[in-house]
């Protein structure tokens, strides 16, 4: 079975999130499919087979199966505009359909996915005590502008904003004792963001849940908190832009964009680039 390795979200030439694509003529058993994943490595491998004019889609991370994942599927519209050419594929997920567009510009590759719908509601004391205690972090380490909320956008996330960058720079956790926390309250991802500007966030996401101790680039969670920022009416001004990886050596930039209705689906976008040649 041939897997194509591209890193999603990545800056330039370098850093992003690499993820695994596998198009097949017919999905393989869940259990094929997490075995290969979990011997590819990367945080997702997303397994896709046509089915008329919908590709139908599911992402394994090397421990678990994932409702959702954003930069694996930045990664299938890169191939997706390799193999089939440039164009938007609509995409048919384990409980939602969503799209995916893949554009080539000579050896340049792009890709926009539009996410399921989001969601935000307020984090409840004992799940906000028992992520800072996870961390380290201090209940004066957050940001009041932006309290801790369990967010949504195809995966549940939540979202813990710190005031200053340095503190989000040290991030540290045990790995045993986050998976069993994120697996507890069911987030894919905890999402550590600092607010540089009103549109351009630091980001940093621990993926306990799935045996991995961060994501460089994380688009699921990119859709949820700009429906989060959204819900709260924070002055996004239609779109904001994340680096997230700089920390973890791998720059990764992730653009968002917001249209008025609550709720709605959020346009996630960014560069992708081939980890190796493609396999004929």
């Not at 653009?255 to 396999?279: F, H, Q, Y």
Request: include cysteine.
């Amino acid at each position: 079975m041939n897997v194509a390795h591209i890193a999603a979200f990545s800056d330039g030439n370098a850093g992003g999130n690499p993820a695994g694509v596998v198009l097949c003529d017919v999905l393989p058993s869940a259990e094929e499919m997490q075995r290969l994943a979990a011997e590819v490595g990367y945080s997702e491998t997303v397994f896709s087979a046509r089915e008329g004019d919908v590709w139908h889609s599911r992402y394994f991370a090397p421990e678990m199966e994932v409702p959702f994942c954003g930069h694996a599927t930045i990664a299938l519209g890169a191939v997706l505009a390799l193999k089939q050419g440039d164009g938007v594929y609509k995409l048919r997920l384990n409980n939602t359909q969503i799209s995916v567009e893949g554009r080539r510009d000579g050896d340049r590759l792009t890709a926009a996915l539009q996410s399921p719908p989001t969601l935000s509601r307020a984090a409840d004391d004992e799940q906000i005590a028992a992520a800072l205690d996870l961390f380290g972090y201090g209940a004066d380490d957050l940001d009041p502008r932006l309290p801790p909320a369990q967010i949504h956008g195809g995966a549940d996330h939540l979202v813990l904003a710190v005031r200053d960058r340095a503190a989000l720079s040290a991030m540290r956790y045990d790995l045993a004792t986050g998976q069993a926390l994120m697996r507890e309250h069911g987030w894919v991802t905890i999402s550590l963001i600092h607010a540089e500007t009103d549109r351009l966030f630091h980001a940093r996401n621990p993926f306990a849940a799935g045996g991995v101790y961060e994501d460089p680039a994380t688009g699921a969670a990119a859709a949820a908190l700009a429906g989060y920022l959204r819900d709260l009416g924070w002055p996004h001004e239609g779109s904001i832009e994340i680096v997230q990886g700089e920390d973890m050596g791998a720059r990764s930039r992730l653009t968002a964009d917001i249209t008025p209705e609550k709720g709605a689906s959020i346009r996630v976008s960014g560069a992708a680039r081939l980890m190796r040649p493609l396999e004929a």
